[in-house]
Every structure is written in structure tokens, then in C-alpha cells.
């Protein structure tokens, strides 16, 4: 028996490189087409910062587009005196501690009720909870008014919590129980087995398994809630019970516009917003992505 000698191939370079360039050149190209949608998207957060860093005189006369002069910081304090955020942003905080995690709990039973319980009309229940979803609430202001102020609940922030619950509810519901479905039987089949009822699995199984679409839900609702304008503008009158969209009003007369005190303002505004889509973003990106797979 013979053995040959492996036979060498010298594969000339000119025939490999040519099938790395086309990929090459679509990765770059890609990348550049990134870059300039980001560049898009970024520019109002970048005109934003410097028109509040800026004079209202430098703004006025040299227009919104061009770099400013000179800089200054006393925007902030003249917005935080003009917005009343001291007042306004304990209203919104307020609100929005009561009414997220009370929308998050509620939503969570019965998204897990329409998922996983054998319940009668479960089909009528879910058509009804969606339909709230093609509601525009335009349409609701005057009778949510009237029910509001027939209940004496308007002006004041806790009137507020009912209309927010029922419009939040149904996309809270539709991510939820989207989210429960994909939960194994299994599981609470084995719960029930050893003798745990449907509260006990909600509260002790399923929660503490749906932690990233429970924060996911938690944040887009607390945006939601920390930003909403109309209902607070129609049901809050005195200085002392308006939120900060309804604040941010205060920087816009009758025949001036003080441009760059709203533009620190809405920078004010914003900021514990940005803080919690920071600190939970790897939660949010979970939860957004846990329910494409079945696990």
C-alpha cells in the first residue's frame, strides 16, 4: 500500500478578494445609511439642547437653526419657576405611581385570564377589551367630562386615574395575554396538581415568570401617563392639581412665546423619563422580544 503525498493547491489571491468587496461595500454602505437616519432622528433631541442652553434675545435674533452666541443656564432655573414644577411634578408623580401599577395588575389578571383560564364568553370578553383600542379618544371628551363632572371628580389628579385606566387597559391586555399564551401548560398544570389555586399561580408562578413584559408594559404605561395632555387639560383647572403637560402651557402667552424657557422646560420634563428607559432598557428590550419565541 502507497501513500501519496498530499497534494498543495495555491488558490491565486485575486479569485478570493473579489467575493469579499460586494459584502464589503454593503456593509459600509449600510452602515452610512444608518448613520445619516440617525443623524436625522437625533437632530430635534440636539435642537432641543441648544435651544435651551441659549438667550431668548440670541434665539430671536439669530434664529433657531444657527449656534448660538453665547450660553447660558438660567433657562433651567426660569423654567423651573415658570412651569410651577415643584407642584406639577409632584402631581405627575403622584399619578403615576397609583395609576401604573394599578393598570399593570389589573391588566395582568385578565390578560391571564384570557390566556390560560377556561372562562365563558372568554372569545366576547376578548373582542370587547380590543375594541377599546379603536376608540380615538377625541371622540370621549365631552362624555367622560360630563360622567366626571356629575361625579365631582374633576380637578383633582385622583379623577384623573379612571379615564387613564380605561384607555391604557386594552394594549396593556393585548401585550400581556400575547405574552401568557406563550407560557408552557405544563406548569400550571403541575401547580394545580399539587393543590394550588388560580390565585396562587398568578401571584407565585406566573408573575414572577413574566418580569420583562411586566416592566416593558410598566414603562410604555408610566410614558404614556407622564405625558398625556388632553384629559388633564379638560379635567384640571387650578394651578395646584395640573401636570406637567398642562404646565408646560404657562410658557406660551397671548403675544410672546418664550421659546427657550419651554425648551429647558420640556428637557425638565423629560428627564426622569430618560433615567428609567436607561436603567430598565435590558428589561424593555426582554420583554419585547420574549413573546417571538415559544419557550
Not at 449656534?67 to 410651577?84: E, H, M, R, S, V
Not at 396538581?193 to 410604555?220: K, N
Request: aromatic residues 10%; glycine residues 8%; without cysteine.
Amino acid at each position: 500500500m502507497t501513500l501519496t503525498a498530499p497534494v498543495q493547491v495555491d488558490v491565486p489571491l485575486e479569485s478570493v478578494e473579489p467575493a469579499k468587496t460586494p459584502r464589503t461595500k454593503r456593509g459600509l454602505v449600510m452602515t452610512l445609511v444608518l448613520a445619516v437616519i440617525a443623524l436625522f432622528w437625533i437632530s430635534p433631541l440636539a435642537l432641543l439642547v441648544i435651544t435651551a442652553v441659549r438667550p431668548l434675545a440670541d434665539f430671536i435674533g439669530n434664529g433657531p437653526l444657527s449656534w448660538p452666541d453665547q450660553l447660558t443656564w438660567a433657562n433651567f432655573k426660569d423654567a423651573w419657576g415658570i412651569g410651577n414644577f415643584a407642584t406639577t411634578y409632584k402631581n405627575s408623580a403622584i399619578l403615576a405611581l397609583i395609576k401604573v401599577p394599578l393598570g399593570v395588575l389589573v391588566s395582568a389578571m385578565l390578560g391571564f385570564a384570557l390566556a390560560k383560564l377556561r372562562m365563558k364568553f372568554r372569545r366576547t370578553v376578548m373582542f370587547t377589551v380590543f375594541l377599546g383600542l379603536t376608540i380615538p379618544i377625541y371622540i370621549t371628551i365631552v362624555p367622560v367630562f360630563i360622567m366626571m363632572r356629575s361625579a365631582g371628580a374633576t380637578d383633582s389628579i385622583f379623577g384623573l386615574i379612571g379615564p387613564y385606566l380605561a384607555f391604557g387597559i386594552p394594549f396593556e391586555v393585548l401585550v400581556l395575554q400575547s405574552f401568557f399564551r406563550q407560557l408552557p401548560d405544563e406548569i400550571i398544570e403541575a401547580a394545580r396538581v399539587d393543590g394550588a389555586g388560580d390565585w396562587r399561580v398568578f401571584f407565585t408562578m406566573i408573575l414572577p415568570l413574566s418580569v420583562p413584559a411586566l416592566v416593558t408594559v410598566a414603562i410604555l404605561d408610566a410614558v404614556a401617563t407622564w405625558n398625556e395632555f388632553l384629559f388633564a387639560l379638560i379635567l384640571l383647572n387650578s394651578d395646584a392639581h395640573k401636570t406637567i403637560p398642562v404646565g408646560l402651557l404657562n410658557f406660551q402667552g397671548q403675544f410672546a412665546n418664550n421659546n427657550t424657557g419651554l425648551a429647558a422646560g420640556i428637557l425638565i420634563a423629560v428627564v426622569p423619563i430618560l433615567i428609567a428607559y436607561t436603567l430598565l432598557q435590558r428589561w424593555i428590550v426582554g420583554g419585547l422580544t420574549a413573546g417571538s419565541l415559544k419557550g
